[in-house]
């Protein structure tokens, strides 16, 4: 156990269990998490000859999946490279994000395919950073009016001959295929995702109740970011909203930074969904970690102002500059979620949604160390571990 770079030991942390917290100690062995000891447990002699590293009164949580993510610092996941790649992975590391799905925009058959090749080849060698779980598939298969910050030139009708072609050629890549689920066709693609493990999600959509609840029969199970390009709740049509809100088969994506969603609305939403089915996500783009400025999303113009993203023109939201860390604390401090619920909504609840959960999303024995350590106010994130492996040192950074 000594002798590898992923076996160590932290003391003095508070540990973030998926119902609780304790005060002690954890130990990884080989990249996975080995022991956790409360404050009175005594390590052996193996485990004292450990690299130890003092907490120093901080919080060890899981680390943060990201589901939706279009990039940040400078690059997007179109760019299909890996220096884009690489760039995007290590800052939402240096966030506390481990584990993220390359998201796309709505582009051209050709683009989307140059991420699919891009992150196929990213997966296939060494991610020294955040791991890139897959590929999110947001478009082109939306609805106009609900087309938000996406490009209207790209829409299309949904294609299932796509997805079969690029399934077959990167199996277990794509991970979520967002589409407007009343568009004709859509019905019979999301029984098709289901069966192939691909999670159907709606998203940029004027769906009614009933062609929500048509789809979640059909077997679409995700509903991406939240109030945000989608129909609205009206008393006597709930529309798409209402049947996110009180369909448990339905997880919640959610961006708490509040511009996107007031927090009223997040409380609603936190209240109406299962304690496992509200996903937090960042939905950042390039601008993310970077001064106000222009940039550009899905080939559209962006300006970027206080740190809000708007489609120069419309005033569309475009994306966000947000982090998980700063969802993680908007959530603390505007919802009554304990830590430990709040952890489970930005790691736990994405990684059983993805099907991973006996692999990461909490902090238990037998799990991979996909682990962060923040200050005792979630201020900031000091280390990021993936796997064991530290990925993120901000003494070093």
């Known amino acids: 156990m000594k002798n590898s770079p992923f076996s160590w030991v932290i003391h003095h942390v508070h540990i973030v269990l998926e119902d609780r917290i304790i005060a002690g100690s954890a130990v990884i062995k080989n990249g996975l998490i080995y022991r956790l000891l409360e404050n009175a447990a005594v390590l052996s002699a193996e485990e004292q000859a450990l690299p130890a590293i003092d907490g120093a009164g901080g919080y060890l949580l899981p680390g943060f999946i990201d589901v939706h993510v279009h990039g940040g610092f400078g690059a997007d996941f179109m760019d ?7 760039t995007i992975t290590r800052f939402h590391a240096s966030q ?3 584990g993220m799905l390359a998201t796309t925009m709505t582009a051209s058959k050709e683009a989307i395919e140059s991420v699919l090749h891009a992150a196929a080849d990213y997966r296939s060698g060494d991610m020294p950073y955040a791991a890139l779980l897959g590929v999110h598939l947001e478009g082109p298969f939306l609805n106009e009016k609900w087309i938000g910050a996406q490009n209207p030139a790209y829409l299309s009708p949904p294609r299932q001959d796509w997805l079969e072609a690029w399934t077959a050629e990167f199996p277990d890549l794509i991970q979520i295929l967002t589409l407007a689920p009343e568009r004709e066709g859509s019905l019979p693609l999301i029984a098709w995702l289901a069966e192939n493990n691909i999670v159907a999600a709606c998203g940029h959509t004027d769906a009614s109740f009933a062609d929500i609840e048509a789809a979640a029969d059909a077997g679409m199970s995700h509903a991406v970011h939240t109030y945000n390009a989608m129909r609205p709740l009206h008393h006597r049509e709930p529309g798409t909203v209402g049947a996110v809100l ?11 930074d509040g511009h996107h969603v007031h927090p009223g609305a997040i409380r609603l939403l936190a209240a109406a969904k299962p304690a496992d089915k509200l996903i937090l996500i960042t939905d950042a ?3 993310a ?7 550009s999303l899905g080939g559209l113009a962006v300006e970027m102002k206080d740190q809000v993203a708007r489609l120069q023109g419309s005033g569309s939201l475009a994306g966000s500059s947000l982090t998980m860390l700063r969802a993680f604390r ?4 505007n919802t009554a979620l304990s830590v430990a619920e709040v952890s489970r909504c930005a790691s736990g609840n994405a990684a059983k949604q993805l099907g991973i959960y006996e692999q990461t999303g909490s902090i238990a024995c037998g799990k991979q160390a996909d682990v962060i350590l923040t200050d005792a106010d979630f201020s900031a994130v000091s280390h990021t571990w993936v796997g064991g492996k530290l990925v993120f040192d901000a003494s070093r950074n």
């Open 285 to 287: 783009m390039s601008a």
């Open 289 to 295: 970690g970077m001064p106000d400025g222009n940039y």
């Open 96 to 98: 506390g994000t481990t």
């Open 80 to 86: 299909a490279s890996r220096s884009s790649y690489d």
């Open 246 to 256: 009180s369909d448990p088969r339905i997880y919640a994506e959610l961006i708490a």
């Open 330 to 333: 908007y959530m603390l401090a």
